[in-house]
Nanobody, 110 residues
Framework: VQLQASGGGLVQAGGSLRLSCAASGSISNFAVMGWYRQAPEKQRELVAVITTDGTTRYTDSVKGRFIISRDNAKNTIYLQMNSLKSDDTGVYYC?????WGHGTQVTVSS
């Protein structure tokens, strides 16, 4: 499967962004899909995952601020990011079944 992430950009602290990840095929076949991010000079970390039944999990630092969702009809997952902080800056990647999309840059200015 090919994944295409979009929606990144430059935003002030406290602002919001919505990331999208479009898959080349049906995402209903993928039990788990998720978002990772990589900050400069840091390792890639898991941000959020969602299963086919809609169960979600988040890393502690984004709980209450980020929401992951999926639209099987559009073969797309989303990451709504609110109350953004400078620590959220990084390249965001979507992932499923061993496939990685090209990242989208998120920069939060303080």
């Amino acid at each position: 499967v090919q994944l295409q992430a979009s929606g990144g950009g430059l935003v002030q602290a406290g602002g919001s962004l919505r990331l999208s990840c479009a898959a080349s095929g049906s995402i209903s076949n993928f039990a788990v899909m998720g978002w990772y991010r990589q900050a400069p000079e840091k390792q890639r970390e898991l941000v959020a995952v969602i299963t086919t039944d809609g169960t979600t999990r988040y890393t502690d630092s984004v709980k209450g601020r980020f929401i992951i969702s999926r639209d099987n009809a559009k073969n797309t997952i989303y990451l709504q990011m609110n109350s953004l902080k400078s620590d959220d800056t990084g390249v965001y990647y979507c992932w499923t079944a061993g496939s990685w999309g090209h990242g989208t840059q998120v920069t939060v200015s303080s």
